[in-house]
């Protein structure tokens, strides 16, 4: 069975500084990985996601993810943050044959003045 | 404009009580899923539909009851069954896998459930 680790549940961070939210998963099988965002009170968004291909995927708002399969990780790192980002985000794998989106526990990002 | 859309907001469960949460979208979209989020532990699958007329459990079906009579709709109802029914609920929805890997869950706003 498919599993995700969210190793930071919560994430202090000055405004203007890089961010770093660490996913670790394992599966016995090819899957897919995806990063999604939730404000308050709000359902998730989609933010990137990794399906084959390059290992290094952006989303349109500065976040990026790289996809590696020999640490089985899918960390998602920002330069530098905006107050705007303060926000749940959450890593979810799925199998690439299967139904199933298994969420991490979530990472909660307070970004600071 | 396309999307997903529940219903109520905010919903409130005297002891004993069925509700039923509503949970449309409009994308044309083949599967339906329901998932039950409470703090700090993400979200947890409760049933999905792939098909109008079928749909499975999840990992936490006890409790929850779905139909799926349309392909836009997927209501969830929670009985009173469901000991701990307080949480936020969120729909979401997908084109069922075929050829490419184009199975990426699109989320409702979410329903919060709170028990009088």
């Known amino acids: 069975a498919q599993s995700v680790t969210q190793l930071d549940s919560q994430v202090p961070v000055f405004e203007e500084a890089p961010v770093e939210l660490r996913c670790n998963y394992s599966?016995?099988?090819?899957?897919?990985l995806f990063w999604y965002v939730q404000y308050p009170n709000q359902g998730l968004q989609l933010l990137l996601k990794y399906l084959s291909g390059s290992t290094l995927v952006e989303s349109i708002n500065g976040f990026e993810a790289e996809f590696n399969k020999s640490q089985t990780s899918f960390h998602l790192r920002k330069p530098s943050v905006h107050i705007s980002d303060t926000a749940e985000y959450f890593c979810a794998v799925k199998e690439a044959a299967g139904n199933k989106l298994t969420f991490g526990g979530g990472t909660r990002v307070l970004v600071k003045p | 404009d396309g999307g997903i859309t529940q219903s109520p907001k905010y919903l409130f469960r005297k002891e004993g009580q069925n509700v039923t949460l509503s949970c449309e979208q409009n994308?044309?979209?083949?599967?339906m899923y329901w998932y039950r989020q409470d703090p700090g532990q993400g979200l947890r699958l409760i049933y999905y539909?792939?098909?109008?007329?079928?749909?499975q459990k999840g990992d936490i079906a006890e409790g929850y009851s779905v139909s799926r009579e349309k392909k836009e709709s997927f209501p969830l109802t929670v009985t009173s069954a469901q000991k701990n029914p307080t949480a936020f609920y969120l729909c979401?929805?997908?084109?069922?896998?075929?050829?490419?890997?184009?199975?990426?869950?699109?989320f409702g706003p979410g329903t919060r459930l709170l028990v009088l």
């Open positions: 599966s016995s099988v090819s899957v897919y």
């Open positions: 979401a929805s997908s084109i069922r896998d075929r050829v490419g890997p184009q199975e990426t869950q699109y």
């Open positions: 994308l044309n979209h083949d599967a």
């Open positions: 539909s792939q098909i109008v007329n079928d749909f």
